[in-house]
């Protein structure tokens, strides 16, 4: 295996001369200088993440080990990487596996640049990976481009000291014991300068993070404001979760400055002992043992309901991982070693190690937890689901006036007529999504009998 870490922040025009020392075309071989050993098939790798590098460079080792005849040069890149790939493709330089985003996949699809998976799978790998399939992440037109390994799966992270200072014994199963244990605890708290609830506002997802979890365990219709039943945009679906945090904001029980707070300040504070409670997912356990270490006991529950009803699933980000290219000419070769990378053995191997948490079902049925203190809070349940994707990115590149988390982050803040605010962000996001099925951006069409409710339990094996 041979390793390079590539920096691409400078002239992309660089790239296309280093390319030329790199072919994937499947003409080149290696052969062992004059000792007559075997030829070798090259396999080039490009991915984007470092965060895993180790673990990948291992396991590429543990695979040539095993397969004498393939070698495997993994390429870790840096900035730019998506204008990399559209560089290697046009050049006719493109590696033979590439780590690609769920965001990436349509467009490199219609680019030409992605083999489908479909006649490559067996019957067996199909059927392990049939609930965490969407369209537009890992799909087109319902043809198999990529398969997701980890996920994002979203909590209630609290203070338990805090919690038992207010005299609060178990998390909130309700938006309305959410806000009436955030009073408590701002109420204990003053002393100490700790307040009952924290989001980081200054981020376009601040609201997003809160009240997409509440709100996709609680209906059953949609996601990201998205009604899937309708096929219309409906912001409606929140509107008792920003009611929620404009009381907090309203009983001084929120931490001030959370208008400006970003994400790493918020967790400073969190571990400093001054927040009761916050939403965020899986990669908090990670921070709190390696960015910001903490001496308080804090723990994640499931996120409270609008009535205690859990009539949907937590919605799970789950994207993309690893994709064959379509140029390539060592196809055959190319998917062995990636479907060996999406073996149960070696996707357990990457939960154990604290590199994410597994979205497939047959790993999260024996995966072990990592060493990270509280991960245990974050491992899938019969609660957690993966939507179909929605045209929100899509719709908001043609909108027109103010985006919906700017409108609900002005309610939280300062009030004003929610309901009037919400007629107006349905009509202008409902307008903008008629533009982009004009113009063939998108062609999602209503699911009257979509139901939430039935993700329950697809990420767990039963």
């Known amino acids: 295996m041979r390793i390079k870490k590539w920096l691409l922040a400078g002239s992309s025009l660089l790239l296309v001369g280093s390319l030329a020392a790199c072919s994937s075309t499947g003409e080149e071989t290696e052969t062992a200088a004059g000792n007559g050993a075997a030829e070798k098939t090259k396999l080039v790798y490009w991915t984007i993440d470092r965060h895993d590098s180790d673990f990948i460079e291992q396991k590429i080792s543990d695979y040539e080990a095993q397969h004498t005849d393939i070698d495997i040069e993994l390429k870790v890149m840096a900035d730019n990487y998506t204008q990399s790939v559209d560089i290697a493709f046009a050049s006719n330089q493109a590696p033979d596996i590439l780590r690609v985003d769920a965001g990436n996949v349509p467009t490199w699809v219609k680019k030409g640049y992605l083999e489908p998976f479909d006649s490559h799978m067996t019957p067996e790998m199909k059927e392990n990976f049939k609930n965490v399939l969407i369209e537009e992440k890992n799909m087109v037109d319902g043809k198999v481009y990529t398969l997701p390994n ?274 107006d962000l349905n009509t202008r996001y409902n307008a903008a999504l008629d533009k982009a099925k004009a113009a063939g951006d998108t062609a999602i069409e209503a699911q009257p009998d979509f139901n939430a409710g039935a993700l329950q339990g697809s990420l767990v094996a039963k």
Not at 348 to 360: L, N, P
Not at 391 to 408: A, H, M, N, S, Y
């Open 150 to 423: 980890i996920g994002q799966f979203w909590r209630l992270i609290y203070n338990v000291d805090l919690f038992e200072k207010a005299g609060i014994h178990e998390p909130p199963k309700t938006i309305d014991e959410m806000v009436a244990a955030a009073k408590k605890i701002t109420e204990v708290g003053k002393e100490t300068g700790a307040y009952g609830f924290a989001g980081n506002f200054k981020s376009a997802s601040g609201f997003e993070r809160i009240a997409y979890p509440i709100t996709t365990l609680s209906k059953n219709v949609g996601n990201e404001g998205f009604n899937f039943q309708t096929g219309q945009f409906d912001f409606g679906m929140y509107k008792e979760v920003a009611e929620a945090l404009h009381q907090i904001k309203t009983d001084g029980s929120m931490l001030p400055g959370s208008e400006s707070l970003d994400i790493d300040p918020l967790r400073a504070q969190f571990a400093q002992g001054k927040i009761g409670m916050y939403f965020n997912h899986s990669v908090e356990p990670s921070v709190f043992k390696t960015q910001f270490p903490t001496e308080i006991r804090w723990a994640a529950a499931t996120p409270p309901t609008v009535d205690g009803q859990k009539n949907g699933a937590i919605q799970v980000i789950a994207g993309s991982y690893l994709a064959m290219s379509k140029d390539s000419a060592q196809k055959e070769q190319a998917w062995k070693f990636i479907e060996w990378m999406y073996s149960d053995e070696i996707q357990t191997a990457y939960q154990e190690g604290g590199y994410g948490v597994s979205v497939i079902p047959s790993v999260a049925a024996v995966a072990k937890a990592p060493d990270i203190p509280g991960i245990e809070h974050f491992l899938p349940t019969a609660d957690d689901g993966i939507y179909p994707a929605t045209p929100l990115v899509i719709t908001e590149g043609r909108l027109e006036g103010t985006k919906k988390v700017d409108v609900f982050n002005r309610y939280i803040f300062d009030g004003g007529d929610l309901d009037k605010e919400i007629a």
